[in-house]
T-cell receptor, first 116, second 111 residues
């Protein structure tokens, strides 16, 4: 079956522009996560969606970052007024809720964002 | 979440067992130990998890010490495709199921 997909795979933008990154989770997965990985760094949690509950936004680094999940499926991460320090690989993961503590998150291939 | 400590890098000969250690001395009673790996330019991949008993699946074995302060991931017959960064993560329900990735161990399997 299809895994987690993300688009675009690569995005180059100019400083100050807005960007949208898309994530299509595995069908039936109710939990969705966004992480980012800067060059040579570990993964950093950004935001977590679970069903109709309010998302956990505690990892978003600034108010320029926002995310939404429509219809409990596709999610979009938006970065406004991009800065060079936003350059990173943005990873999306999904998971079947209700199987705690089996926390197997399925990751997509990521979107590599480069801010010039 | 409890903090984990792993060696920065390890080498292993192809076909031999790779034993990757992890210290998690501040782990609490309801936290699990998870292992993920990340092959270059790919997203992380779940390997295995455990609470206090040793676990085995088709990918690896997980040995957790009786005091739960450390664990070892064992790849019984390492192949070149096992070259990756291996992350040991401690997580419980209070974390909302987020995974806190540290620096991990870069395992290089040599021919």
């Amino acid at each position: 079956g299809a895994g987690v997909s993300q688009s675009p795979s690569n995005k180059v933008t100019e400083k100050g522009k807005d960007v949208e990154l898309r994530c299509d989770p595995i069908s039936g997965h109710t939990a969705l996560y966004w992480y980012r990985q800067s060059l040579g760094q570990g993964l950093e949690f950004l935001i977590y969606f679970q069903g109709n509950s309010a998302p956990d936004k505690s990892g978003l680094p600034s108010d320029r970052f926002s995310a939404e999940r429509t219809g409990g499926s596709v999610s979009t991460l938006t970065i406004q007024r991009t800065q060079q320090e936003d350059s990173a690989v943005y990873l999306c993961a999904s998971r079947v809720r209700g199987t705690e503590p089996y926390n197997e998150q399925f990751f997509g291939p990521g979107t590599r964002l480069t801010v010039l | 979440d409890a903090k984990t400590t792993q060696p920065t890098s390890m080498d292993c000969a192809e076909g031999r067992a790779a034993n990757l250690p992890c210290n998690h001395s501040t782990i609490s009673g309801n936290e699990y130990v998870y292992w993920y790996r990340q092959i270059h330019s790919q997203g992380p991949q779940y390997i295995i998890h455990g609470l206090k008993n040793n676990e085995t699946n088709e990918m690896a074995s997980l040995i957790i010490t009786e005091d739960r302060k450390s664990s070892t991931l064992i790849l019984p017959h390492a192949t070149l495709r096992d070259t990756a960064v291996y992350y040991c993560i401690v997580s419980g329900e209070t974390s909302g199921s987020r995974l806190t990735f540290g620096e991990g161990t870069q395992l290089t399997v040599n021919p």
